[in-house]
T-cell receptor, first 112, second 113 residues
Framework: GDSVTQMEGPVTLSEEAFLTINCTYT??????LFWYVQYPGEGLQLLLK?????DKGSNKGFEATYRKETTSFHLEKGSVQVSDSAVYFC???????????FGQGTRLTINP | EAGVAQSPRYKIIEKRQSVAFWCNPI?????LYWYQQILGQGPKLLIQ????????DSQLPKDRFSAERLKGVDSTLKIQPAKLEDSAVYLC???????????FGSGTRLTVV
């Protein structure tokens, strides 16, 4: 079945550091890929998405590129801020389906 | 626009007791989802409704979990009887059909002791 694997956390960085959170997936069809973020005490929020191979999703300085050849969708940000501290989830939605399949999440802490 | 409302925010019960969670989706969103998020894991779909009908309940433990969506709007998720392993955050989400735009509620954190 479909699955998503994220890099193990937690991840701790200093402010203005470069961020990469790895995500790889297994899917039977041609999925759409997503990054969701969960701030403390809040619900999951869509951060960015990509719906086909080579698409790049971007939002709030975060980027991720849909790489079909490596089945990956790594999240990157050039300069993180303390306010980026949250749990980040990679997810996929298979073709023709509406349900999301999530990775296990990566807790990110940014220190000033 | 108002978000997805869930209640209660927190619930502590003893094992073998029953519990119910409530969700009010965004107005006009025909599709409603319940996800279970166990600590340290990503959310897992329990059940998906399209209006009043069930689209996917393949991962719902039907011997103890039940859900309904009356009149295609509000939904309740019930657990009876609860087990220790049911301790989790229960997330409700809604979307328009065939939309990428899920909106999640803040969740109900259930602790079974």
């Amino acid at each position: 079945g479909d699955s998503v694997t994220q890099m193990e956390g937690p991840v701790t960085l200093s402010e203005e550091a470069f961020l990469t959170i790895n995500c790889t997936y297994t899917a039977t069809g041609y999925p759409s890929l997503f990054w969701y973020v969960q701030y403390p005490g809040e619900g999951l929020q869509l951060l960015l998405k990509a719906t086909k191979a080579d698409d790049k999703g971007s939002n709030k300085g975060f980027e991720a590129t849909y790489r079909k050849e490596t089945t990956s969708f790594h999240l990157e940000k050039g300069s993180v801020q303390v306010s980026d501290s949250a749990v980040y989830f990679c997810a996929l939605r298979d073709q023709g389906a509406q349900k999301l399949v999530f990775g296990q999440g990566t807790r990110l802490t940014i220190n000033p | 626009e108002a978000g997805v409302a869930q209640s209660p925010r927190y619930k502590i019960i003893e094992k073998r007791q029953s519990v119910a969670f409530w969700c009010n989706p965004i107005s006009g969103h025909a599709t409603l989802y319940w996800y279970q998020q166990i600590l340290g894991q990503g959310p897992k779909l329990l059940i998906q409704f399209q209006n009043n009908g069930v689209v996917d309940d393949s991962q719902l433990p039907k011997d103890r979990f039940s859900a309904e969506r009356l009149k295609g709007v509000d939904s309740t998720l019930k657990i009876q009887p609860a087990k220790l392993e049911d301790s989790a955050v229960y997330l409700c989400a809604s979307s328009l059909p065939d939309s990428y735009g899920y909106t999640f509620g803040s969740g109900t954190r259930l602790t079974v002791v």
